[in-house]
């Protein structure tokens, strides 16, 4: 095999938009198998692929701290997704989005063409850390490539890997809609195997469109997360007003002669009342912290798996056009093993909104707890502001703080209410993804059944 440093050209290959490739490599990262568009892009043959390590395809341009990355996240049994320039064996070059999944035994990556405004950025990045690593090594490249990340506002890589999948996926999805030149009909034939193919191609197709529902909510997750976050922080600075209001109306109380008794009494339970308050909110900034953890890993399955279910109907697709729709232990392997990926996958997401649910009843009762409070609360500003109003010296301010204490009682009442909706709705649209998830699961039975048909097909 030609040295990967020698050889070098300016030349990309020929990568459409529309397609996919996939490979399959042991946990030592030798190629198993792979799909005909990975065989092509490479410009290795098949047999030239199979048991070679996958850095055979590795540009020199890549910074090693990616690859690092890479290898924390899956040996660490994590999926991992990244922007990676790969070396044809002619010296040529092709970017990739490549999405790596760990299975029991292996690991299977699969990879289309980058397209949106985050690819542009990547770049940039990876010039800069592969200056940095010729100079002073991977351990500053790793520094910077965190500071990098952290200047962009994603807190780490996990966070960025998410954000760029779901980017490019979209971008794609965009792209392909402005091209319908790519869709074509798809003639199975008359064989047995050839039609077991197509039961199977049908059945993955309505699949996706399932999952299409839980993609196309994506962005109402995003936005749900941001502002339970946004929600959750506005909440937890009018705990903080209230409570630094009760400590005033205390001090002041105790400089009072003149009804210092009753404003004592008043302020403390204001402080009383506070300190409840603070623990609900605390309670409600923890359960939307788990929320919005819930929903960043839901949107990284949904993408995942739409990727995934997008790559068994190319791949079917592919056999197709090519004129390969023969069995073999290594077509039979590929089909389940994506299948295997995609059934692992699947399970994971069903969970979540069960877990999110729970958490929407218990933000539902924190907030009708906290609601109760403030509640409680006003009343005590009403008696507050009467009682200012009977004092013959407000010099001290109690009017004042009593009618700050109305101001922040009707702001907390509004985000209460805010986030209560916010609740509804969000409960109303998980709800329905819980009855739709155990739809997909009958769907991916009965698919499972289907492959096992081709296998047992007499030829």
């Known amino acids: 095999m030609q ?4 050889n070098l050209t300016m030349q990309e290959a020929k990568f459409d938009i529309h397609e996919l490739f996939f490979s ?3 946990n030592h990262s030798a190629i ?5 568009t990975f065989v092509r892009i490479s410009g290795y043959s098949k047999e030239e692929l199979i048991g070679q390590f996958h850095n055979i395809v590795r540009h020199p341009d890549m910074p090693r701290v990616v690859f690092k ?32 999944f760990p299975l029991e035994d292996s690991y299977i990556s699969i990879r289309f063409k980058p397209s949106s405004a985050m690819f542009s950025a990547v770049k940039e990045i990876y010039f800069r850390l592969l200056m940095t690593e010729n100079k002073t090594g991977v351990p500053d490249s790793e520094k910077l490539f965190s500071e990098l990340l952290n200047g962009l506002g ?41 039609l077991g193919l197509k039961s199977i191609f049908t059945s993955s197709k309505i699949l996706l469109e399932q999952y299409g529902k839980w993609f196309e909510k994506i962005d109402t997750f995003t936005k ?12 937890n600075s009018l705990g903080r007003d209230i409570v630094l209001l009760s400590l005033n109306a205390s001090l002041a109380s105790y400089k009072l002669e003149e009804n210092g008794e009753t404003f004592s009494v008043l302020a403390s339970d204001i402080r009383t009342n506070s300190k409840e308050n603070d623990i609900l909110i605390a309670n409600i900034h923890d359960i939307s912290q788990s929320l919005s953890e819930f929903l960043n890993e839901t949107i990284f399955l949904v993408s995942s798996i739409s990727l995934q279910m997008e790559m068994v109907t190319y791949f079917i697709q592919e056999l197709v056009e090519n004129e390969t729709i023969v069995y073999s232990q290594e077509l039979n392997r590929n089909i389940n093993t994506l299948f295997e990926l995609v059934n692992l996958y699947n399970e994971k997401l069903t969970i979540l909104p069960i877990s999110m649910d729970k958490s929407i009843k218990k933000t539902t009762t924190c907030l009708e707890e906290l609601e109760q409070q403030i509640m409680y609360l006003g009343y005590v500003q009403v008696y507050g502001i009467i009682e200012s109003a009977r004092s013959h010296d407000d010099s001290l301010g109690f009017g004042k703080i009593f009618l700050q204490l109305k101001d922040l009682i009707t702001q907390t009442t509004q985000e209460i209410s805010s986030v209560n909706s916010m609740s509804e ?3 109303i649209d998980n709800s329905k993804l819980i009855d739709n998830s155990k739809d997909i699961a ?13 296998k047992n097909m007499e030829y």
């Open 32 to 36: 198993i198998s792979g799909n005909e």
């Open 442 to 454: 009958k769907m991916l039975n009965n698919l499972k059944q289907e492959i096992a048909n081709i």
């Open 24 to 26: 399959i490599t042991d």
């Open 69 to 100: 990355t890479f290898w924390d996240y899956l040996k660490a049994n994590k999926p991992i997704v990244a922007y990676v320039k790969n070396k044809t064996k002619d010296g040529g070059y092709y970017w990739v989005i490549a999405a790596v």
């Open 425 to 427: 709705v969000f409960y």
């Open 3 to 6: 040295n990967i440093k020698n």
């Open 154 to 194: 994603y807190r780490d890589y996990t966070h960025f890997m998410n954000e760029a999948l779901l980017a490019e996926l979209l971008e794609r999805k965009r792209l392909l809609l402005l091209n319908k030149s790519y869709v074509k009909n798809i003639d199975f034939g008359v064989s047995k195997f050839g």
């Open 224 to 235: 749900i997360k941001s502002m339970f976050e946004e929600k959750s922080l506005i909440l």
